[in-house]
């Protein structure tokens, strides 16, 4: 019997049962279609954090506190940096171009009867050039704002709408705790960064922040959340941020280890990117155990079928048909069902990546090697699990298998 008989008949018989036929491959369906989603969300994370890192531009550093020990296991950073330390950088490093102290938290901001919690921002001026930030509307927070801890303040765009809707919100004055603020500006829409929307926030001086909302809690200065510098130009970076620990190695009189960090855009998406791809990979190997099982249930229901085709067996034995020509029809029942359950879960990997990608920031995009692969081992998953029952059913003696006629 030549190969196009056999699949032709493995085509038939598995026609036949049809129900049987789409539950044997509901395993693989499922787990193609798994594998290629992770693989493909995975991809779009990394892809979006990389485009949100790239654009601060190639030349952004971040000078953030505690030891690289408290940074990797706590997220409440003991708060080794101060504003001076961001002035002594300004000063002293030459390599860079400017730098900007930021104080971060979580506050009410409220202007009448509307409310939002938003992420609170106590800056300079220079935060405009580092952060790649722009204006939209009045201005933004000035160094005169800054020595007269005036109780200015410029909103993000999502906040301004949520506050005043169609209403000028510049003159105004908004809420921030229990201090008044008036409104000098609203920025440009800018989006997300890292999962934290940057539109829905309010940016103040960092002087008055540091006085009426937060405190000094530092006998060396202000205490500062962070400080994003921006080095001249892309070749600078190395240099800046070299000149960056040594300063502040001398600043603090470290003789250990550092209680800081300075950190590039490189330097964190190389972070990143090893972090979204663990995550995918794990979640791609939780997936792929649905291929395992698939296997095992085509296996199962092959070997249902070689004990329901005994008769059919013998009978084509007894015709002169050979072990080979048995085993041949069996493994390409098995093979049939696999690749048919793997091309049905590629579809419907690929339908729910496009999904993602239209109705999330998400940037998911379908991975040719992910496909390939995933259709490779459904198809040896089948060929595998196939084995046994196209050997069981080769082995049959005819006579014995007449018998049961």
């Not at 999502?158 to 809420?175: N, S, T």
């Not at 259709?375 to 049961?404: E, M």
């Amino acid at each position: 019997m030549d190969l196009a008989e056999s699949l032709s008949m493995a085509v038939k018989t598995l026609t036949a049962n049809k129900l049987r036929s789409t539950l044997t491959m509901l395993g693989i369906i499922i787990g193609n279609a798994s594998v290629i989603s992770m693989i493909g969300i995975g991809q779009g994370a990394q892809k979006l954090a990389s485009e949100q890192f790239e654009s601060l531009g190639p030349n952004v550093l971040f000078v953030v506190p505690g030891t690289r020990e408290a940074r990797r296991t706590t997220f409440d950073l003991p708060q080794t940096l101060v504003v001076a330390d961001a002035k002594a950088i300004a000063e002293q490093v030459p390599s860079i171009e400017a730098v900007a102290p930021q104080i971060s938290n979580q506050y009410l901001i409220s202007y009448r009867g509307n409310n939002a919690s938003s992420s609170t921002i106590g800056t300079t001026p220079e935060f405009l050039i580092v952060r790649s930030f722009e204006v939209g509307q009045g201005r933004f927070i000035t160094n005169d704002d800054i020595d007269r801890n005036q109780s200015v303040a410029a909103l993000g765009a999502e906040l301004a709408e949520k506050l005043f809707g169609d209403e000028d919100p510049l003159g105004k004055q908004v809420r921030v705790r229990n201090a008044s603020f008036q409104v000098v500006g609203v920025m440009k829409s800018k989006g997300s960064f890292l999962g934290q929307n940057q539109d829905d926030a309010i940016y103040l001086p960092i002087s008055t922040m540091a006085n009426r909302l937060v405190g000094r809690t530092s006998p060396f200065g202000t205490q500062v959340t962070f400080i994003s510098v921006s080095a001249k130009d892309e070749n600078s970076v190395t240099a800046a941020k070299f000149q960056i620990e040594n300063l502040l190695r001398l600043r603090h009189k470290i003789t250990d280890e550092d209680d800081f960090g300075v950190d590039t855009q490189k330097d964190i998406l190389t972070i990143v990117g090893t972090v979204t791809g663990a995550l995918t990979l794990m979640l791609s190997a939780i997936a792929a155990i649905s291929l395992l099982v698939g296997g095992i249930g085509i296996m199962n229901i092959m070997l249902v079928s070689v004990s329901e085709r005994t008769q059919e067996i013998g009978l084509r034995k007894a015709i002169g048909a050979t072990q080979k020509d048995i085993l041949v029809q069996f493994i390409i029942e098995a093979v049939i069902l696999s690749a048919a359950g793997g091309a049905f879960g590629t579809a419907l990997g690929v339908s729910g990546i496009v999904l993602v990608g239209a109705f999330s920031p998400l940037k998911a995009a379908v991975s040719p090697a992910a496909i390939v692969m995933a259709v490779s081992i459904s198809g040896g998953i089948g060929l595998g699990f196939g084995v046994l029952p196209a050997r069981q059913a080769a082995k049959l003696d005819p006579i014995v298998a007449l018998r049961s006629i």
